[in-house]
């Protein structure tokens, strides 16, 4: 004897990625923007100004990685429990990657899901962070070990938010944009060799290009059980950097910019990538003065890390390396001693 | 300038429910039973012997609607932890609804999400709980208030576990049953006029049939948008007594079954119901020894503590009535002075 229980809803809806188009924006629900310090000194009386609702309530969490914790979760759910948001009630998250997906895991689990939009004001969460609905905080096992799926009703990118961005959160930014390209797109990465990202206009072409590029992995694997995981091009050697360096000396985009230096090294040891484009990667990186070189005390220590990351199944780590420029493989049979080659070679 | 983010792929799948079909499971990913201390002493042993896995764990949870909090979330999830589970295991949450939102819970959290399977061990999360994905845990807020729709892969209703469950939490699991008859099914509820649960061809009949009700409603609006709110009959009212009384004094199903009689009572004063229909109700109720009567020490302060419920929108509040038997009408136009006038006369 059973029951059938069918589902035909889906839970996620599809959305808009808006570029340079927020002017006003009206609500008949309550909306709790959610910010932290930094970005509230600079633009939330701005964006107060542009928001209408039946309430309008804030709240302002501390500024940094290592408070993407439970703590900060708990901050902003005790909001909405304080300012009686209810079901119909809106989330806005009104800052960087930490910002974003801090609020779009509360919005997830507030009365069991509530709507929110996102309003990234770094170049790395208007590129990467913000379209894709991966939310989730750090905890100590690792970085968004706990987390949910949970898309944004609408995301604003807003290249004014940029000018005010410090020069090193630029860079970590550019390190998504050529992410995308190198895994994706052959004709964009050779469009950034020869187009400055410090102008304006060529820069909004690349967040246009970015988002462009990750909606389509979105909506072809939302919950990444396959082509979404190429994202993580650089985030698995990345990951165990930004671990074993506490979360203190990079910002998340060096570690990536880094971490696509390792993988392209495993990458070149299994034929997959010449060293002329291993070469042509370095230097976009290097352009705009990522880093790409990280002392590894140990080898062995630092593949026994890559365990810790939620991407790798226990004894199976996938890899995404580069295939030439502009496309990708997920290999998940390397053995462990070419790993350990190519993470000698890298610390070369 | 917008990039559509189109997502075409539903993140819940459809699922069975199985009654008395549990003989034995095999999953070549790790495995994680979670339980509470009662259900482990009387039924862990018997379900490690029927479910093979390429790794078995257990975690044992303390028992009772008070644990039902972020502790014992993070117990969850730190087993996960250790126990290294990947995006591919798998929870089983064997014990009543608590367990079974809890269980829900944090899979629905760990790495974004894995799967899990409800073995309910307690009529009311057969009959209730365990199916549509509802999870959650309670806080100093009140209950449910933090969690997410997270649908089982399969639910195993066996009828063996209930031969050790107690009297009053046997009358527990009947209340729910009660409910779904009176507000879907008026041949269902005159059939439980004529049957003994106690009778264990008609209990497993009366389980079937609750079932397939709730997988019904799930089905048409997974994420109660509408109709589902319809199994929340009782609810608004009886959630006010168990906060009340601190969850200490009444079950979820007795507190559910006071709940009955009072939107009977508001029914009543609509014209929704007649005297002899919620004459029958009551009878019904009290046939398994169920509580009908709750003292309400001040109607106004009763009424407020509806705000806080989630279901509720500020100064509206939407109240499931009985539409004779076998119908419901969902209400959030009833003016505050017939409520309280309603639940003087429940007092009375």
Known sequence: ??????????????????????????????????????????????????????????????????????????????????????????????????????????????????????????????????????????????????????????????????????????????????????TFDRGFFEWLETHDLHDETHLKEAIYKSISIKATVVAQDETEQGIRAVLNYGHTFGHVIENQTHYTTYLHGEAVAIGMVMANCLAQKLGLLSQEDAGRIMALLKRYDLPTHYAIHSPEVFYDAFFLDKKSEYSKIKFILAKGIGAHEIRNDIPKEIVLEALKEANA
């Open 1 to 182: 004897m059973h029951v059938d229980v069918l589902l035909t809803k889906t839970i996620s809806k599809d959305y808009c990625v808006y570029i340079d188009q927020l002017e006003s924006l009206a609500f008949d629900t309550k909306v709790l923007i959610v910010t932290n310090t930094t970005v509230a000194d600079l633009h939330l009386a701005n964006l107060q100004t542009k928001i209408h609702a039946k309430e309008l309530h804030s709240v302002i969490l501390p500024d940094g990685e290592k408070y993407k914790n439970f703590e900060s979760l708990e901050l902003i759910l005790n909001a909405c429990f304080e300012h009686r948001l209810d079901r119909k009630s809106l989330l806005i998250a009104f800052g960087g990657g930490v910002i974003g997906d801090m609020t779009g895991f509360a919005a997830s689990l507030y009365q069991r899901g509530i709507d929110f939009i996102q309003i990234p004001t770094t170049l790395l969460a208007q590129v990467d962070a913000s379209v894709g609905g991966k939310t989730g905080i750090n905890n100590t096992y690792g970085k968004n070990l706990i987390g949910s799926f949970w898309q944004p009703r609408a995301v604003y990118c807003e290249s004014a938010f940029l000018k005010t961005l410090p020069k090193r959160e630029f860079s970590a930014g550019i390190a998504e944009i050529i992410k995308m390209a190198v």
